[in-house]
């Protein structure tokens, strides 16, 4: 879960910071280009004004007094300004440039009239937006002045007054009702002077200006640059948005593709393909989910093939005590004597027997194998199931030497967590095993400590070859495939045994004995572990 996570927050982190960066970069560089869009935009109308006036007219008005004080306007030669290729070009083209300087900002535009030698427009301004605001308001009132003292009134000065707006791109508002007017902007007005507000970041800049007949009129300026905007906004909220839905998306996909590769080896198990497997992945939830499949895979592979295995081997060993007992009850007919009749109902009483204990043993394994007993684990003296078990086989086979040793000091730790009836059955099946192959003597060796619990069980037979360790466990293996009574088993005591051990947390496993024979070994843990 942690992993997950990690990678999940970390992906959606990094993609975050991806798109944060890159967003800057779009917002800086975006807004570059607006700002100095919106410097054009502010200085061209003024500007291109002045590109159409004659010299004289453009000599008289910037050494007015008023005007100087608003910017450094002169008119110059292009080369004196080290112009780059791409800046000539729109001069060329009757575009306003404007550069920005260490001061300030320097506004140039090419005269309209190539024939005069000063060919262009220069202006210097401080503050670009107050400047160039002030300077078309003074040019605005100066023509509307000029106008006035012609004698325009009336519709004819109406559409003058909208033709210079639409020129300048302003509102121009004569001012009939002064009374709305504030003390400081009614006070320049009436005294002949401009009143100009800079406006903020939402509001216009607006100028009010009093022409020579008295007349008041405001201007309002197009708004100051705003580095906030809507298409900005929704811009950014678009990349961000594709930014986070790409990094989700490659998430995502990733996330589906190792979910897809499960669903494909699930559904080739389902067609019977029982070895499918995932492949190893990252230790991520899901990685551990594959890991998980693959178990539960195996798990149910083994128990398909160990059913397999029961039935052929159930069928055959079914088979000789059926035959037998349908040969002992057609013998019953011709029997003649009462000893005669005895032997057969005796032998069909065994193979009776015969069969309730492999249906007994194959209950058991069946039962172990498939998913595990519920087991309840209780705290039990393991010496005292050894001692029992020992006693028991004593009095089944008397002519047989069988002893318990215990190492020194085990009595202290003799008490394990345990299921009773499995660790009997698991040590009586080795002992039991044991007294059948031994020649006279089996010996029970305990070594019990903090830790584990160890039981050995030795015998002096022939013992097993190396070879066959791991084949004695097999369900329904027998080295000598013996089928009488004598010898006994059916293959599933060693299986029954190993998987008891394995439900117990320990392991059972085949060494060879000192005395010559086999040596069985049980090892598991003295403490289970609480889920």
């Not at 779009?26 to 061209?44: A, D, G, K, L, M």
């Not at 709305?180 to 903020?200: C, M, R, T, W």
């Not at 590769?261 to 067609?271: F, N, P, W």
């Not at 299986?495 to 496993?509: C, D």
Request: contains cysteine; proline residues 2%.
């Amino acid at each position: 879960m942690n992993r997950l996570f990690i990678r999940v927050f970390g992906g959606l982190l990094l993609a975050l910071m991806v798109v944060g960066l890159f967003s800057a970069f779009i917002y800086t560089s975006i807004n570059i280009v607006r700002s100095e869009h919106h410097r054009v935009t502010v200085s061209s109308p003024v500007f291109d004004w002045l590109a159409n006036q004659d010299t004289q007219t453009l000599n008289e008005l910037f050494s007015n007094p008023t005007v100087s004080g608003l910017a450094s306007l002169s008119l110059d030669l292009s080369v004196d300004h080290h112009f780059t290729s791409v800046e000539i070009a729109r001069l060329n083209f009757q575009q306003v440039l404007v550069v920005s300087e260490a001061h300030g900002y320097k506004v140039v535009r090419r005269v309209s009239s190539a024939s005069e030698e000063p060919n262009l427009v220069v202006g210097y301004f401080q503050d670009l937006y107050s400047g160039v605001n002030q300077l078309a308001g003074y040019v605005i009132a100066d023509l509307l002045d000029q106008r006035s003292l012609a004698g325009a009134s009336g519709g004819l000065l109406d559409k003058y007054v909208s033709g210079l707006a639409e020129t300048f791109g302003v509102g121009i508002v004569r001012v009939l009702d002064e009374g709305g007017l504030g003390i400081d902007a009614l006070g320049l007005a009436n005294e002949g002077k401009s009143s100009f507000y800079p406006g903020g970041e939402n509001t216009s800049p607006t100028g009010y200006f009093k022409l020579s007949n008295g007349d008041l009129y405001r201007v309002d300026f197009p708004k100051n640059y705003s580095a906030i905007s809507w298409p900005l906004i929704l811009t950014l909220l678009l990349v961000a948005m594709a930014g986070v839905g790409g990094a989700v998306y490659v998430l995502i996909v990733s996330i589906d593709r190792r979910l897809k590769s499960l669903e494909t080896v699930a559904t080739r198990i389902a067609r019977g393909e029982l070895d499918a497997r995932m492949g190893a992945g990252r230790k991520d939830a899901i990685g551990r989910l594959g890991d998980a499949f693959n178990s539960m895979a195996e798990h149910i592979q083994r128990l398909v093939a160990v059913q397999r295995e029961m039935i052929h081997a159930v069928s055959h060993e079914l088979r000789t005590p059926v035959a037998r007992i349908r040969f002992g009850v057609q013998m019953i007919e011709d029997c003649t004597s009462e000893a005669s009749l005895h032997k057969q109902l005796t032998g069909i009483d065994s193979d009776i027997q015969e069969l309730d204990e492999l249906i007994d043993e194959i209950l058991t394994y069946a039962r172990l194998e498939q998913g595990g007993p519920i087991l309840t684990f209780q705290d039990v003296d393991v010496r005292g199931i050894v001692e029992q078990v020992v006693s028991e086989q004593g009095g089944v086979k008397p002519e047989m030497t069988i002893q318990a040793e215990f190492d020194e000091g085990s009595d202290e730790w003799k008490q394990s967590d345990v299921e009773y009836r499995y660790i009997h059955r698991a040590i009586q099946n080795l002992v039991g095993n044991a007294t059948r192959y031994a020649a006279s003597t089996v010996k029970v060796h305990c070594s019990f400590d903090q830790e584990a619990c160890r039981v050995d069980v030795e015998d002096d037979g022939a013992g097993i070859p190396e070879s066959d360790w791991e084949k004695v466990f097999t369900p329904f293996a027998r080295l000598d495939d013996s089928r009488t009574r004598s010898s006994g088993g059916y293959g599933l005591g060693l299986s029954i045994v190993r998987r008891i051990l394995y439900w117990h947390g320990g392991q059972a496993f085949l060494g060879r004995s000192e005395m010559g024979g086999a040596k069985f070994s049980l090892v598991w843990p003295r403490r289970q572990l609480n889920d």
